[in-house]
């Protein structure tokens, strides 16, 4: 099972790994994800003016389907 998905995200400072890092451990507990491994948040734009940002993301089953289609 693959779930695909968009993200809108409030923030007061832009998106970096550290920001990325949080929003894939809510989305773990969000979907009740064992291994927040298989999230990929990819993407992110920040809108002009700060604040707001988009970006994509991907749910696995498991980090070896993860590993089988995400690039290197």
Excluded: C, Q
Aim: hydrophobic share 45%; proline share 1%; glycine share 6%.
């Amino acid at each position: 099972m693959l779930i695909m998905f968009s993200l809108s995200a409030a923030w007061s400072r832009h998106i970096s790994f550290e920001i990325e890092a949080e929003l894939k451990e809510k989305l773990a507990r969000m979907y009740d994800v064992r291994d927040a491994n298989s999230i990929f948040v990819f993407n992110f734009r920040t809108h002009f003016g700060g604040g707001n940002s988009m970006g994509f993301g991907l749910i696995y089953d498991s980090v070896e389907s993860a590993k089988k289609h995400e690039p290197k």
